[in-house]
Structures are given as structure tokens and as C-alpha cells.
Nanobody, 123 residues
């Protein structure tokens, strides 16, 4: 069965960097749209970044554009989110998600989800 397991979260000071990983099993990451979502307390779940099936490109939320980079390592079957110049507003639970047939910013369209990894940015 499909399983997505996030790691790499933690606590970091503003201006620092983290790299989140999403290890996938039961599916091949290159054949799915994969995305990173985040949800802070009291806020809606937000699409942070997503990468299309194959080599069809990436898209980022305006709030992270230029600071975050989504990528995947096909041999390792792992999705990454490199986060640079973190700020307090980036504090959230970050989730890895995958879907075969769509690649939207709407979280309900994604079939598979990881358990999340917490990112906390302090000033």
C-alpha cells in the first residue's frame, strides 16, 4: 500500500534553512503529482509547492516563491522541500501529498498523505 513518511522538520531561527523529506513506498514518485502542504493553527491548509508528473514543472505559493524548492530523487523514491530564509510565518505542520490524476492546489484532490512534520521558526 502507499505510504508517505515526512521527516526533517524541527525548530530553527528566522533566516535559517531546513530540508524536508518525504519517503514514498508502494508507489513511484515520478508517476504522481506530489506536493507539500502546510497548516498553521487557526489557518486553512495551504498548498506550498507541487511538482507535476514526469518533468512537467513545478509551482509554488507566492509566499514561498524564491525561498523554497521542491524536488524529487527518483532512485531514492523521495520528495524534498528545501526551505531557505525561513520566517516566523512559515511555522506550520508540513504534509507530503500525492495524487495520480491531478495536480492542483486543492488539498482534497490528493489521495495520499503523510502524517506531517512540524516546522517551527522563531525570531
Amino acid at each position: 500500500q502507499v505510504q508517505l513518511v515526512e521527516s526533517g522538520g524541527g525548530s530553527v531561527q528566522a533566516g535559517g534553512s531546513l530540508r524536508l523529506s518525504c519517503a514514498a513506498s508502494g508507489m513511484i514518485v515520478t508517476t504522481y503529482c506530489m506536493g507539500w502542504f502546510r497548516q498553521a493553527p487557526g489557518k486553512e491548509r495551504e498548498a506550498v509547492a507541487r511538482i507535476y508528473r514526469g518533468s512537467l514543472g513545478t509551482v509554488y505559493a507566492d509566499s514561498v516563491k524564491g525561498r523554497f524548492t521542491i524536488s524529487r530523487d527518483i532512485p531514492k523514491n523521495t520528495l524534498y522541500l528545501q526551505m531557505n530564509r525561513l520566517n516566523v510565518e512559515d511555522t506550520a505542520m508540513y504534509y507530503c501529498a500525492a495524487d495520480f490524476s491531478s495536480c492542483t492546489s486543492t488539498s482534497s484532490r490528493y489521495k495520499y498523505w503523510g502524517q506531517g512534520t512540524q516546522v517551527t521558526v522563531s525570531s
